[in-house]
């Protein structure tokens, strides 16, 4: 990340004396979107429907592969195997369905992912091509595809705005009910925050490994659904029970009502596609074969994003603060999987094409495809080197979602440029300007 992290002293004083240089800083940036685009190799904006479709017919083969020895081992190994007890047996056949289905989770999130570019139209440089597939991908994904799409549009414009992005907007002290900054004894940076303030603070939020891991398991379960359905996590200054399936929804323009309707049409198909095979097949082949790893691809869709846009490193912006850079800019690179040692670090990366380790790329420019994102990249990151900025997180997975969770709370209701606070109302960053930029102007209105 652009910061320059200092050790921290405690104190022993009713306000704990401690001055900005004993927190970590973040450097706002002040390079323009030209200079950023311009290290980008010029190959790298090519798109081809092509090789994009060669990446779903990949995927799919992968599926296919991975259902077929998962069948094959339930039929000719698993019987052949001396159990002790029959309920080892049992566990045996549970174990290999369960592994497949986070095997074929994964690799159906990189089919998400391709959907995904299909609705930033980097598959192709047809826009007919890009939203056919992206609809018939997303679809079967349970994804209203041109909902998502404009949501996320508006996202890309408006990262990291208190006011204007569309998911994972913190909430603030006043909205958790939380006593009011009083900074005879507070300190609205987190910086010098008296004993009483912090364990008043304690109090109020509480703090523990338990809790932060039953609430990132059932943002991780239903997380998706929710925001999609009633606006969870999402931009709050929206009225209540938006959602993203009623075409007058305020997320949406007037002329976008027909995509919004063609969305639904496209949800309620595979609805009807899952009440079919459980009639056919039965509810149990169902959830076994489709139904588990669809959750396990909402599980890594929460995952992936909430750690990319939720860190106490990252800035949050407010009025002539932000520009569309800026946001772009407040949003990090992870390993997915790469806690588990490089080799599962390249597979994350390998299967999910990318989302994780290139998503500061992804937000400069959102029309690179993903099998040229790995090489811009690199030349971005080498770009904000240059200007001391690094935007790489810790690898992606669940130990990390718990102990995010637990280090971001919560941010002050005041200020241009605000940070995550902890359950004693500590800060673990704070922001240092170079030169004043002004607003970005991004339409994002506009359909892409």
């Given at each position: 990340m652009s910061t320059t992290t200092h050790r921290r002293t405690s104190g022993t004083s009713a306000k704990r004396e401690e001055t900005s240089s004993d927190i970590a800083t973040f450097v706002v940036p002040d390079l323009s979107v030209k200079d950023l685009l311009s290290v980008i190799p010029a190959h790298c904006f090519k798109r081809s429907a092509l090789r994009s479709s060669l990446y779903v017919v990949w995927d799919f083969i992968l599926l296919g592969a991975i259902y077929s020895a998962t069948k094959y081992a339930e039929t000719n190994l698993l019987p052949r195997i001396d159990y002790p007890h029959p309920s080892l047996q049992t566990l045996a056949y549970y174990a290999l369905w369960s592994l497949y289905g986070y095997a074929s989770g994964l690799v159906a999130t990189g089919l998400w992912v391709i959907a995904h570019e299909c609705g930033h139209q980097a598959f192709s440089e047809s826009k007919l091509i890009n939203n056919t597939m992206g609809w018939i991908l997303h679809s079967a994904l349970g994804v209203p595809y041109h909902s998502w799409r404009i949501s996320h549009a508006k996202?890309?414009?408006?990262?990291?705005?208190?006011?204007?992005?569309?998911?994972?907007?913190?909430?603030?002290?006043?909205?958790?009910?939380?006593?009011?900054?009083?900074?005879?004894?507070?300190?609205?940076?987190?910086?010098?925050?008296?004993?009483?303030?912090?364990?008043?603070?304690?109090?109020?939020?509480?703090?523990?490994?338990?809790?932060?891991?039953?609430?990132?398991?059932?943002?991780?379960?239903?997380?998706w659904p929710m925001y999609l359905i009633r606006n969870a996590t999402g931009q709050r200054s929206y009225p209540r029970f938006t959602n993203h399936f009623q075409p007058s929804s305020v997320i949406f323009a007037p002329h976008q009502r027909e995509q919004i309707m063609l969305s639904d049409v496209g949800v309620l198909l595979w609805i009807a596609g899952l009440v079919y095979a459980s009639k056919t097949f039965g509810f149990g082949t169902m959830m076994r074969v489709y139904g588990v790893p669809y959750l396990w691809v909402n599980s890594w869709l929460v995952l992936i994003t909430f750690l990319q846009h939720t860190d106490p490193m990252l800035p949050h912006y407010r009025g002539s603060a932000f520009n569309f850079q800026r946001g772009a800019l407040s949003t990090l690179d992870r390993s997915l999987l790469g806690g588990a040692g490089p080799f599962f670090g390249w597979l994350g990366g390998f299967l999910t094409h990318g989302i994780s380790e290139t998503h500061v790329l992804h937000h400069v420019c959102s029309k690179i495809p993903h099998y040229h994102a790995w090489e811009a990249s690199d030349a971005l990151r080498a770009r904000l080197a240059s200007a001391g900025i690094h935007l790489q997180g810790a690898p992606g997975g669940w130990g990390e979602v718990v102990k995010t969770i637990r280090q971001c709370k919560f941010v002050e209701d005041e200020g241009e440029v605000v940070f995550y606070k902890n359950a004693h109302g500590k800060a673990a960053c704070k922001a240092v300007f170079n030169e004043p930029v002004s607003d970005s102007g991004i339409d994002v209105t506009a359909d892409s």
């Amino acid at each position: 990340m652009s910061t320059t992290t200092h050790r921290r002293t405690s104190g022993t004083s009713a306000k704990r004396e401690e001055t900005s240089s004993d927190i970590a800083t973040f450097v706002v940036p002040d390079l323009s979107v030209k200079d950023l685009l311009s290290v980008i190799p010029a190959h790298c904006f090519k798109r081809s429907a092509l090789r994009s479709s060669l990446y779903v017919v990949w995927d799919f083969i992968l599926l296919g592969a991975i259902y077929s020895a998962t069948k094959y081992a339930e039929t000719n190994l698993l019987p052949r195997i001396d159990y002790p007890h029959p309920s080892l047996q049992t566990l045996a056949y549970y174990a290999l369905w369960s592994l497949y289905g986070y095997a074929s989770g994964l690799v159906a999130t990189g089919l998400w992912v391709i959907a995904h570019e299909c609705g930033h139209q980097a598959f192709s440089e047809s826009k007919l091509i890009n939203n056919t597939m992206g609809w018939i991908l997303h679809s079967a994904l349970g994804v209203p595809y041109h909902s998502w799409r404009i949501s996320h549009a508006k996202h890309h414009a408006s990262t990291g705005h208190m006011n204007l992005d569309q998911v994972f907007v913190p909430k603030t002290r006043s909205e958790l009910k939380l006593p009011a900054l009083d900074v005879a004894k507070d300190d609205p940076l987190g910086i010098n925050v008296s004993d009483e303030v912090m364990a008043e603070m304690w109090e109020a939020l509480g703090d523990s490994p338990l809790s932060a891991a039953a609430y990132g398991a059932l943002q991780l379960l239903f997380g998706w659904p929710m925001y999609l359905i009633r606006n969870a996590t999402g931009q709050r200054s929206y009225p209540r029970f938006t959602n993203h399936f009623q075409p007058s929804s305020v997320i949406f323009a007037p002329h976008q009502r027909e995509q919004i309707m063609l969305s639904d049409v496209g949800v309620l198909l595979w609805i009807a596609g899952l009440v079919y095979a459980s009639k056919t097949f039965g509810f149990g082949t169902m959830m076994r074969v489709y139904g588990v790893p669809y959750l396990w691809v909402n599980s890594w869709l929460v995952l992936i994003t909430f750690l990319q846009h939720t860190d106490p490193m990252l800035p949050h912006y407010r009025g002539s603060a932000f520009n569309f850079q800026r946001g772009a800019l407040s949003t990090l690179d992870r390993s997915l999987l790469g806690g588990a040692g490089p080799f599962f670090g390249w597979l994350g990366g390998f299967l999910t094409h990318g989302i994780s380790e290139t998503h500061v790329l992804h937000h400069v420019c959102s029309k690179i495809p993903h099998y040229h994102a790995w090489e811009a990249s690199d030349a971005l990151r080498a770009r904000l080197a240059s200007a001391g900025i690094h935007l790489q997180g810790a690898p992606g997975g669940w130990g990390e979602v718990v102990k995010t969770i637990r280090q971001c709370k919560f941010v002050e209701d005041e200020g241009e440029v605000v940070f995550y606070k902890n359950a004693h109302g500590k800060a673990a960053c704070k922001a240092v300007f170079n030169e004043p930029v002004s607003d970005s102007g991004i339409d994002v209105t506009a359909d892409s």
